[in-house]
């Protein structure tokens, strides 16, 4: 400014000034478009409550979740469409993990689905009778990160496990899927109900995947001790 005003350039000082509020009004309308696809994401993934990572309480997290969820808080692992299995006990912290990672997926431009293997596969037998079943699976391969919460609280009859192992094999590899179960995997039979079909979609969701252990003792319950004792 000191060199155009010995230069008597006003009108270069002039519109300068015009271009660096123009710029500052663009980067505010900028960055207010983004904030507003960051609410919209959240809000199109479902979450069942805003369970935000720096809300855990990581030192009553089980060790080997203590141990991985710095790497996985990075979300590399969604570039590299690779899953993540949080098996445990209930309250153990497993839906919060699945959560908090899927809002800061959002919050870094991801499209992220949450539903329940309950609700997952409600909606795919209504669109497998309404003969809609591709759309749905189109949609559903397009997301970068998919939660399925609450594996194995039901059990599936053989048309059900055929339709859900059809639909996240639709991902196996290419996208990040995260299951949260409270069953080991030599338990996943139960669900499904057919050996060969329970090895081949264990097998896929498992591939490169992150397998953590979450069982241990229930914060809930820790808490609800707590709470008592008082």
């Known amino acids: 400014m000191d060199y155009s005003r010995e230069l008597r350039l006003p009108a270069f000082r002039r519109d300068f000034s015009v271009l660096a509020k123009e710029a500052a009004i663009e980067r505010m309308d900028y960055e207010g478009r983004l904030e ?7 809000r199109k993934a479902n979450f069942p409550s805003k369970m935000y990572l720096n809300e855990l309480k990581r030192e009553q997290l089980p060790p080997n979740a203590m141990e991985k969820l710095p790497l996985l808080e990075r979300l590399d692992f969604i570039e590299s469409g690779q899953n993540i299995i949080l098996a445990g006990n209930p309250g153990t912290g497993k839906t919060h993990i699945a959560v908090g990672l899927g809002l800061k997926a959002c919050l870094q431009g991801y499209k992220v689905l949450f539903t329940t293997v309950h609700k997952l596969l409600t909606q795919i ?3 497998h009778s309404q003969r809609t079943l591709k ?7 397009k997301y ?3 939660i399925c919460d609450e594996f ?12 859900l192992f059809n639909h996240l094999s639709l991902r196996a590899g290419r996208r990040s899927t995260i299951i949260t179960t409270n069953l080991g995997f030599e338990r ?3 669900i499904f109900g057919d050996p060969v079909l329970t090895a081949a979609l264990a097998d896929r969701l498992t591939h490169r995947a992150y397998l ?6 229930s914060y ?3 808490e609800t001790k707590e709470m008592m004792s008082k």
């Open 220 to 222: 809930r319950l820790k």
């Open 152 to 163: 194995g609280y039901v059990s599936f009859d053989k048309e059900g496990s055929e339709l």
């Open 36 to 42: 507003n696809r960051k609410k919209s994401q959240i």
């Open 135 to 141: 759309v749905i699976e189109a949609r559903f391969e």
């Open 212 to 217: 953590i252990n979450m069982n241990g003792e």
């Open 188 to 190: 996943w039979e139960e």
């Open 125 to 127: 037998r209504e669109s």
């Open 144 to 146: 970068d990160l998919v």
